[in-house]
């Protein structure tokens, strides 16, 4: 209870001498260290505000403004035209300007701030107009136009020299209104291909109504949004889409991303660790202090850094309706879960962030400590797995007061949450099923051994390996991928580890141990953690993840085809998915829309009437290698101007949901909008970014590479895809299916290891186990009667035809092949029945 006790600044007893008052001076100190602290911050971001203010002015360039104005009065040349002695005649008489001389100074000083000011202001406004310009995305490479290199020319002009993170941010312009004619019609095109003449007639109507009769009013008002907010999507789109969601946001909201996986820094748990933590809060310090240079396109085009500022101390409160973002100016511990206990871990000593050894040390205390998890606290962290109202009643009612609250609070007010686990995970390039179990381990854990309300979870296995778990409301992929690139160049690079795994430096042993955080869990308070928990587990198990790495060939060589590497993927995903399924269904793709100010993404409705041409003819398999590329070029070529389209603000579905939402608040029905809306994506897919900073040159050093992250599938019958092309000769690919499906095979066989892996060691669910496998069986059956009459049509047809070219030899060779493929079917049959029945036993 040590540190109880220096939590306590002075105690005082009252005694018949008097009060006798006894004050603790290594607690004083500590308030005085963190009080300098904070007022530190506060400069820094007094400064950075006017720094980021006055951008692209500096206060340099408003010395050259006043010593050019006071040098033009010393050789009788007045570049004021007058106005410093207007100004001048205008200053108060009093103390301050006593002299001439002192006014005169005074007014050419205020001339000079005014001129000064304005030439900001026209930078910005010219600056802004110029990121207006989109032009040089669509010019082919290699065939830059004059404007172009005009454009940018002024643009590296007017960008000034050393930026700060949010230094371009005034300067961005907004996302713009599409005309609703564009819209609709770039609609009506992404789906012709999809529905057949009736259902594509129907929705022609349903869109030419709208257009003409619904529209214009919904418009106006989306138009009016978007002069006065800042974005006319992002709120809304946040809030709907991500908060107002009343399902547990685990496999569903929440995405993961791995670690480095074809090297390895160190095998000791808490040392990875110390580093890994280290360097977060460092590049918290750089996001604080604006050191972070903003990323920008081509090294040229500013990308917007509105979703940096709740990277950390943020965390989503649950609510009955609606959850809630709570980010927190500042925080100096991280919350730890370890072996079902919860951990309050301090990040500073006094105002020095703690060394990577002391951060070490502190988490191999919590991996030593054998004290047992307190009732009710082991699956605690399920609730956050679970309905989002369960949750938000249970915090209400068991969290709102006392021991609970407080250590409720230590959570949610933490920087970020760090989860402890037990288990290791790698991946094994000679164990095809390594890589999903540690992405299904990031994904959803054991359902309680993450906190999916954090902004984000650091995950280290027992073996040295790390990954996130991401809460999605806050910010978009991309955003946690700059972290993520950073913490493991530092970790890589600059922090490093002795010979036996350990961080550099010697800890010092006087610091204070972690925190454990006291609970008191009442039984009802249990009974709802275990329905969460039951909620969340059978929404994980429900879950299919395959990942892997490509290695035939990476962009290196589809570069060299002359095609983007991503139109690439895309297409190939629609020749596979097309293969699954024998059809093609709405595609989602994740485009940004960082070029505007709080821009996040936008739909590529990548399913184009060019790609499902290129799959036809592909599936087809007689068409000339001529043909297919030509037609590989058109869908290619379709596909990246779609992209770019969305990357502008000319996509399709942000629109038509912020029409949508203004449609709902007015009151006013709309079967086209509520159609579209309600449209299935059964195969949503996102390729994740790389490279965004270059701390390390890839061609130095080519094994340091993510696997890059994936997520949930959106919809039951479909597939989530998330893919990195990673280097130059590698794609790293993540596809989830459910279980539950029968449209979705991911790996029948090669994954069966996966299917039957349980999160939780201790337990084994054969119900869930003999479902799958009857299921299973049932689907087999059916495909085998399908298989069957397939394959005696084609008998007889073939008998037919050789009755008819009096051929008996090939005819008893068809009817051998029909025997052959019925003693095979009854075979299968055998062998799922003897392995329903070992299941049996088993259980």
Excluded at 130 to 148: A, V
Excluded at 480 to 506: A, P, R
Aim: glycine content about 6%; hydrophobic content about 40%; some cysteine.
């Amino acid at each position: 209870m040590a540190e109880a006790h220096q939590a306590v600044a002075f105690q005082f007893t009252v005694t018949p001498e008097g009060v006798d008052f006894q004050l603790s001076r290594e607690v004083l100190k500590h308030i005085y260290l963190s009080g300098i602290r904070s007022w530190k911050k506060r400069l820094i971001r007094i400064k950075n505000g006017i720094l980021r203010g006055v951008y692209p002015g500096s206060p340099t360039s408003w010395l050259v403004v006043v010593m050019a104005t006071a040098g033009s009065s010393y050789y009788n040349v007045d570049i004021s035209m007058g106005l410093v002695y207007y100004i001048q005649r205008w200053l108060p008489e009093g103390r301050p300007y006593r002299t001439p001389y002192t006014r005169t100074l005074f007014s050419m000083a205020i001339f000079s701030t005014g001129v000064w000011m304005m030439g900001i202001f026209f930078f910005r406004q010219t600056l802004k107009l110029l990121l207006s310009y989109h032009g040089w995305m669509f010019e082919l490479h290699g065939q830059t136009s004059h404007l172009t290199r005009v454009w940018a020319v002024c643009v590296r002009l007017l960008s000034g020299r050393r930026p700060m993170l949010y230094s371009f941010q005034t300067s961005l312009p907004k996302l713009p209104v599409p005309s609703v004619p564009a819209t609709v019609h770039r609609y009506l095109e992404s789906v012709e291909h999809l529905l057949d003449d009736e259902q594509y007639y129907r929705m022609e109507t349903l869109a030419k109504e709208f257009e003409e009769k619904t529209a214009p009013r919904l418009q106006k008002y989306l138009v009016l949004k978007s002069w006065w907010a800042t974005n006319y999507v992002s709120d809304w789109w946040e809030e709907y889409v991500y908060l107002r969601g009343r399902n547990p946001i685990v496999v569903n909201s929440n995405y993961y991303v791995m670690d480095l996986v074809l090297v390895k820094n160190t095998d000791v748990q808490a040392a990875r660790l110390g580093n890994a933590v280290h360097a977060m809060i460092t590049y918290r310090r750089k996001l604080d202090r604006e050191e972070i240079k903003p990323v920008m396109a081509l090294g040229l085009v500013p990308m917007c850094s509105y979703q940096m500022e709740r990277m950390f101390n943020t965390t989503r409160i649950p609510g009955k309706d609606t959850d809630v973002l709570q980010h927190l100016p500042d925080s100096r511990h991280v919350a730890v879960y370890h072996k079902g206990r919860f951990f309050k871990v301090w990040l500073y000593e006094g105002s020095c962030l703690l060394k990577p050894r002391d951060l070490e040390m502190q988490f191999q205390r919590i991996l030593d400590d054998p004290s047992p998890p307190q009732p009710g606290e082991e699956r605690l962290a399920a609730l956050t797995a679970g309905g989002r109202v369960e949750w938000a009643q249970a915090r209400q009612a068991f969290f709102s007061s006392g021991k609970n609250k407080a250590a409720l609070d230590a959570i949610e007010r933490a920087a970020f949450f760090v989860a402890l686990d037990e288990e290791s995970h790698h991946y094994d390039p000679e164990d095809e099923a390594s890589l999903s179990l540690y992405g299904k381990a990031l994904l959803h854990g054991n359902c309680y051994n993450r906190w999916f309300d954090k902004s984000f979870t650091l995950i280290s296995f027992k073996n040295g390996q790390l990954g996130l778990n991401t809460e999605h409301a806050w910010a978009d992929a991309p955003i946690i991928g700059h972290l993520w690139e950073f913490v493991l160049g530092t970790d890589s690079f600059h922090l490093g580890y002795t010979e036996t795994g350990h961080c550099l430096g010697k800890p010092n042993p006087v610091l204070p141990p972690p925190q454990r955080l006291q609970w008191d869990i009442p039984k009802q308070c249990q009974a709802v953690i275990e329905s969460s928990y039951q909620v969340a587990k059978a929404l994980a198990d429900d879950v299919e993840l395959y990942c892997f790495q490509f290695l035939p060939f990476g962009k290196g060589l589809i570069k060299k085809c002359r095609t983007s590497p991503d139109a690439f993927v895309q297409i190939a995903l629609q020749l596979a998915h097309f293969r699954d399924r024998g059809k093609f269904c709405l595609t989602y793709e994740a485009s940004m829309t960082r070029m505007f100010r709080e821009g996040r993404t936008e739909t590529v409705r990548s399913c184009t009437r060019e790609s499902t041409a290129f799959v036809q003819a592909m599936v087809q398999g007689h068409h000339l290698n001529e043909d297919l590329q030509r037609l590989f070029r058109k869908a290619a070529e379709k596909h990246q101007n779609m992209y770019r389209l969305a990357m502008t603000g000319a996509g399709i579905d942000r629109h038509l949901f912020c029409l949508y939402v203004v449609s709902k608040y007015l009151g006013v029905e709309s079967p086209f909008l509520a159609e579209v809306l309600s449209e299935p994506w059964r195969l949503s897919t996102s390729q994740i970014a790389q490279f965004q900073i270059r701390m390390f040159d890839p061609n130095k050093y080519p094994k340091h590479l993510g696997a890059g992250g994936g997520f949930g599938p959106v919809a039951d019958d479909g597939y989530g895809v998330s893919y990195m092309i990673a280097g130059e000769n590698t794609i790293f690919f993540h596809v989830s299916s459910k279980f539950s499906s029968s449209e979705t095979i991911l790996k029948l066989h090669a994954l069966n290891s996966i299917r039957m892996a349980d999160p939780d060691p201790g337990e084994r669910n054969y119900d869930n186990m003999l479902k799958m496998l009857s299921d299973l069986n049932k689907d087999l059956e059916k495909l085998l009667e399908e298989m069957e009459k397939i394959s005696v049509q084609a008998t007889w047809m073939a008998y037919d035809m050789v009755v008819m070219r009096t051929n008996p030899a090939l005819a008893e060779s068809m009817r051998r092949l029909e025997d052959a493929f019925l003693n095979c079917k009854e075979e299968m049959e055998k062998k799922w029945q003897e392995l329903l029945s070992e299941a049996k036993r088993a259980q």
